[in-house]
T-cell receptor, first 109, second 113 residues
Framework: RKEVEQDPGPFNVPEGATVAFNCTYSNSASQSFFWYRQDCRKEPKLLMSVYSSGNEDGRFTAQLNRASQYISLLIRDSKLSDSATYLCVVMGGNTPLVFGKGTRLSVIA | DTGVSQDPRHKITKRGQNVTFRCDPISEHNRLYWYRQTLGQGPEFLTYFQNEAQLEKSRLLSDRFSAERPKGSFSTLEIQRTEQGDSAMYLC???????????FGAGSRLTVL
């Protein structure tokens, strides 16, 4: 089982739609969780950290389920500018951040 | 510019040549990471430093790869005797403390012919 697994997509959604991505991780000792956004041929950029209680930043909501070892990202009212690849990132114990392969999102007008 | 800087941005080389990439992290960040990314994949961890100490190396980092951070500031990643399979984007990132998110540089794209 891979350390971090994501559905690669692509997810093609119309503007204004709500879309959710899930990510599972294998290391139960993982302590820190993040979502990164990566635009085509650009570097990954931190979108948001994921906290145990769940957290929200504008149209974006991240949740963590430690028992089932998955994290999720919900995007409400999708904009064209949300089109990108979303990377799930996990850090376990003393290991550096492990990235998933990413989920590609295309928001269509 | 207070971000992470990488140089060169693009490098085309012939198989068998040596290449070196440089990374200048955010100045207050004592942790520096190197990742490699190929098309359709997420970044893969190569190695990281806390100050000048190299704390971990991935098994992806063969003997042809070496990284240094001699004064705990900038870092270099050298690839000797490059192979076509080394073609990738080499990303450097830094962070202030363990457990915090990483700030990435724009990357150095390597093409080995």
């Amino acid at each position: 089982r891979k350390e971090v697994e994501q559905d690669p997509g692509p997810f093609n959604v119309p503007e204004g739609a709500t879309v959710a991505f899930n990510c599972t991780y294998s290391n139960s000792a993982s302590q820190s969780f993040f979502w990164y956004r990566q635009d085509c041929r650009k570097e990954p950029k931190l979108l948001m950290s994921v906290y145990s209680s769940g957290n929200e930043d504008g149209r974006f909501t991240a949740q963590l389920n430690r028992a089932s070892q998955y994290i999720s990202l919900l995007i409400r009212d999708s904009k064209l500018s949300d089109s990108a690849t979303y990377l799930c990132v996990v850090m376990g114990g003393n290991t550096p951040l492990v990235f998933g392969k990413g989920t590609r999102l295309s928001v269509i007008a | 510019d207070t971000g992470v800087s990488q140089d060169p941005r693009h490098k085309i080389t012939k198989r068998g040549q040596n290449v070196t990439f440089r990374c200048d992290p955010i100045s207050e960040h004592n942790r520096l990471y190197w990742y490699r990314q190929t098309l359709g994949q997420g970044p893969e961890f190569l190695t990281y430093f806390q100050n000048e100490a190299q704390l971990e190396k991935s098994r992806l980092l063969s003997d042809r790869f070496s990284a240094e951070r001699p004064k705990g500031s900038f870092s270099t990643l050298e690839i000797q005797r490059t192979e076509q399979g080394d073609s990738a984007m080499y990303l450097c990132a830094s962070s202030p403390v363990e457990g915090s998110g990483l700030t990435f540089g724009a990357g150095s794209r390597l093409t080995v012919l």
